[in-house]
């Protein structure tokens, strides 16, 4: 793309007219169709780890692999996405690092910064490295630099963390919480089930939770800022606050998705399950939001209607003020027994509702029947399908194109193979329908719109 140099050099102030119109028009509606190509594929191995205390002392191993993993940490799997400090690279949130509150007290939650070096039609390994959190340098390992822990060094959370506890769970049967957990005041995946994050207009970092559900602040270094956010009138049974009340979201069916608008004051959270009193029927999901300037919910509701075939949400991220993307899938894989894979991305509008009152919606991607002409990960097909159980991030790189990312659920098993799933990275080329320009002023204004999108793109997610 012409730089912006030239472009003020070269251009006349008719053709930037135009391309101001141009980028207008592509930050209002960017022209994503159905229909999909494999552009990039990378694949990080199931056993990938970092330093770390010891963790799955009260998980189970899988596919081969045991737990505890002494001293270390598992890096995966991840269930939301950011732009990274630099072009290529990203930062991954983990969830709550082996599925339940029960189970994952010895996790930690993180973020770690990643750099895949994309297999493509012209060259590139299929490897993906750790990189440095703020620099994006390639780094040889998941080491301190890579990652950031989420902690509460304040006591700003309303209720027990596991760093409050001499034993984990606070059973003096079960083994000592780990002293760096204690000392720093480290968030476990028994304290929160992150699921989702979002960086706002002042830098800080929002993590979207199952167990309250809650909304977590924190600002870049993952130091938490405030007391956790509930959802008013929405528990689940893992809600610490439910005191022997009755839960109205079932377990793990909170904030698996959440979007931030262009202005970075907004917040768009998205429940993965249906709040009891709604429209069960039809997969009546609630999309709430959320004002970064008073901290609270704004009153504003939508209805968000699964697919038919769809039992859960993965991620939910935004184009506009008001178009989302929203991956779908089922719990079917490559190795069931019976039963079809249903893995999707839709775009929802939602000034746009449909007769019964739900948001406008319509397929962007079927992630189980993409074009690869050029066989990047090797299984001989010219078609790519992605079978795992969970696909939960979806990350917006420019108006054509899409990186997706699947959580392996480690050291979870059966999304290709009966071993464990190992994380597979996409770089998605969308079809859209581009008006092909007709003078040298409209390619200008074309080039000009995509360059807008791309910017503004990175702007939100960083």
């Known amino acids: 793309m012409m730089n912006k140099s030239n472009l003020k050099n070269k251009a006349k102030p008719a053709v930037l ?21 494999l552009e990039g594929w990378a694949l990080m ?21 045991a737990l505890p993993l002494l001293n270390k940490q598992s890096v995966q799997g991840f269930s939301a996405v950011l732009n990274g400090p630099v072009a290529g690279s990203y930062l991954f949130m983990p969830d709550n690092g082996f599925g339940t509150k029960g189970n994952s007290a010895d996790a930690l939650l993180r973020m770690y910064a990643v750099t895949p070096d994309f297999k493509t039609a012209i060259g590139g390994s299929g490897t993906v490295k750790a990189a440095n959190y703020n620099s994006g340098a390639v780094m040889s390992g998941f080491n301190a630099g890579s990652y950031i822990n989420l902690a509460d060094p304040d006591k700003k959370i309303g209720f027990a963390i596991q760093a409050d ?30 699921e989702s994050v979002r960086k706002d207009k002042n830098g800080n970092l929002w993590f979207g939770d199952e167990f309250g559900p809650f909304l977590v602040k924190a600002d870049a270094s993952g130091k938490v800022l405030r007391g956790e956010v509930g959802l008013p009138g929405v528990m689940s049974p893992q809600n610490p606050y439910l005191n022997g009340g009755t839960a109205n979201l079932n377990g793990s ?12 004051d907004k917040l768009f959270t998205l429940l993965e399950g249906t709040v009891a009193g709604d429209d069960a029927s039809r997969k009546t999901l609630r999309i709430n939001e959320f004002s970064i300037d008073a901290e609270a919910y704004t009153g504003q509701q939508w209805k968000y209607k699964l697919d038919v075939a769809g039992t859960n949400i993965g991620d939910m991220t935004a184009l506009n003020d008001h178009e989302f993307l929203i991956i779908e899938r089922n719990g079917v894989t490559a190795t069931s027994a019976s039963g079809t894979p249903f893995k999707k991305i839709f775009r929802i509008d939602i000034n746009k509702l449909d007769a019964e ?30 079978p795992f159980v969970t696909i939960e991030s979806v990350l ?23 071993g464990s799933d190992n994380t597979e990275f996409l770089k998605i080329r969308l079809t859209s329908a581009v008006p092909e320009p007709s003078t040298y002023a409209l390619l200008l204004a074309g080039l000009g719109a995509i360059g807008f999108f791309v910017a503004g793109r990175r702007k939100q997610d960083r």
């Not at 141009?22 to 229909?35: C, H, I, M």
């Not at 739900?358 to 097909?381: C, H, W």
């Open 17 to 37: 007219r135009l391309i101001a119109v141009a980028s207008g028009l592509a930050l209002a509606a960017p022209a994503f169709a159905a229909g999909a190509t």
């Open 45 to 65: 191995p199931a056993n990938t780890f970092s330093e770390g205390p010891t963790t799955g002392q009260f998980a189970n191993g899988a596919g081969g692999n």
């Open 165 to 194: 506890y001499t034993n984990y769970y606070n059973n003096a049967a079960n083994p000592l919480v780990d002293a760096s957990i204690r000392s720093g005041r480290l968030l476990t995946g028994a304290d929160f089930d992150i």
């Open 357 to 386: 009152g739900y948001v406008a919606k319509s397929e962007a991607v079927d992630l189980m029947n993409i074009a690869d002409p050029d066989d990047l990960n090797g299984d001989g097909k010219a078609t790519f399908t992605f």
């Open 396 to 418: 917006v790189l420019d108006e054509n194109t899409l990186l997706v990312a699947n959580d392996n659920n480690y050291p979870g098993v059966g999304g290709r193979d009966l």
């Open 253 to 264: 069916n909170g904030f698996e998705g959440m979007a931030i608008n262009r202005a970075g």
